[in-house]
């Protein structure tokens, strides 16, 4: 499939993020406006929740727009979000009837605020890129024991903290948090010397489950995805995981991109997970592909700086499939609702530039990596960290909007009063 062609002229160019085959959905606000409802078209939102009003989209025969998040939609099923999509590529599309009724309200991007994009229900956040497993594993404990036993046969993931989950452009607050380590023969108390991304993807979880679902039901419960940075204190972590996992290291913040991509704009990037290495029980077999070939980068930029692109992968280089990892997590009979956040888990690729943590790329600190005008180890105060994603098809780009988040310094010793 091509570029669809929309009387939004800004939405036609082949690197546009928001053509009329992507409609991703967001939250944004004008001057001191209440937040509503948007889709990105172009170099425009549309007041989706305006339209509404309106009566020029009506889904399901009740309003599931009046509210500034896109639960009510997510949680209504496939078919209203298939009746969404049409009819907005119905009223966008070049030499659409209802033009002149649509184009007030088109609020051009550069002039709206963008908040989060839906309410998280819970977080959980998964393991799931092998090069980073074994990355991290190595690092941590030693090359023979990289790969946790279980790790071919199961997504292991774990419990994180919806209250962590902010949107792009929310400034990170360098944590304190018990570290020990070759450093700190007994335990200390002080702000984090090793805090550091993780460059994943979030499956958004749109209709609720009870019990046990398949791959191919889960799949079909998903109705988008973001991009994630799970911010890790890696000094804390280290001290902390064993044996629960991490625990205050990654509670400080998780940034998402603003837009939800909906899986049907995905659907023409569908790619395999790769060859199993071993056998998966059979509840954890994929009824076809269920990755996407979405290229992503992180972005590095200090305060008054030159932005370096230090890293670039793509989400195809993961071991399990979200729709796996969601399968999975239903197994116990564990209940999924409407906006719960999954994380894949970092995405690496096999070679040094493709790795998705600043702990992979200077690897663990011991060799910086070179930046425009410096080195990096670790994130410093007030750098500046940016995540992208583009899938590209003929002519045209599905773009997720930056995930973008600055380090502020530490606040003086918190338990100092
Ligand atoms: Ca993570």
Redesign the pocket.
Known sequence: MGLIRSWVQSANAADCPFPLNNLPCGVFSLGEDEPRCGIAIGTFVLDVTGLEEEGLLTLDGAPLLGVPFWNEVMAAGPAVWHALRARLTALLAEGAAERAAVEPFLHPLSQVALHMPFLVSEYT?F?AGRHHATNVGTMFRGAENALPPNWLHIPIGYNGRASSVVVSGTDVRRPWGQVKGPDHPVPAFQPSRRFDI?L?LGAVVGTPSEGPVTVAEADAMIFGYVLLN?W?ARDIQAWEYQPLGPFQA?ATATTISPWIVMKAALEPFRTPTPAREVPLLPYLHEPGPMLYDIALEVALQPEGGTETVIARTNYAEMYYSAAQQLAHHTTSGCAMNTGDLL?S??ISGPTKDSRGSLLELSWGGKEPIAITGGTRSFIEDNDTLTLRGQCRGAGYTIGFGECVGKVIPALADPYAR
């Open positions: 956040d393991y993780e994943e799970d890790s990654k994380g888990g970092t």
